[in-house]
């Protein structure tokens, strides 16, 4: 399995911007698939959001309201809708792939954990 992450770029403050995360197969019938960021000079990946295969969805404090994580399993493909973008949500974008968390549990996983990841998508937020 492969992950390969797009939809990054530069954009202005309050601007918004959709990132993927595609998997090239996923031979299990239940997935973990969780957005993980890390900003320029930190040395930790933080979770973003986190979807699985109930439907289940689990956010970190700092983007509820702003962002959104969706799926679309015919493309075996991960979505981060990202509005109302701050020069703090600049960071590298990484998703993550897992076949046995739930969404609660993958909120509290690093990103090393999981089974599979991507090489991510720069988002750069600024004026």
């Excluded at 996923?26 to 439907?55: K, L, T």
């Excluded at 983007?63 to 509005?83: E, W």
């Amino acid at each position: 399995v492969q992950l390969v992450e797009s939809g990054g770029g530069s954009v202005q403050p309050g601007g918004s911007l959709r990132l993927s995360c595609e998997a090239s197969e996923w031979p299990y019938n239940h997935y973990c698939m969780a957005w993980f960021r890390q900003a320029p000079g930190q040395g930790h990946r933080e979770v973003v959001a986190v979807i699985d295969s109930d439907g289940s969805k689990e956010y970190a404090y700092f983007v509820k309201g702003r962002f959104i994580i969706s799926k679309d399993n015919a493309k075996n493909t991960v979505y981060l809708q990202m509005n109302n973008l701050k020069p703090e949500d600049t960071a590298m974008y990484y998703c993550g792939a897992d076949q046995a968390l739930t969404a609660l549990q993958g909120l509290g996983v690093p990103l090393s954990d999981y089974n599979y990841y991507g090489r991510g998508t720069q988002v750069t937020v600024s004026s």
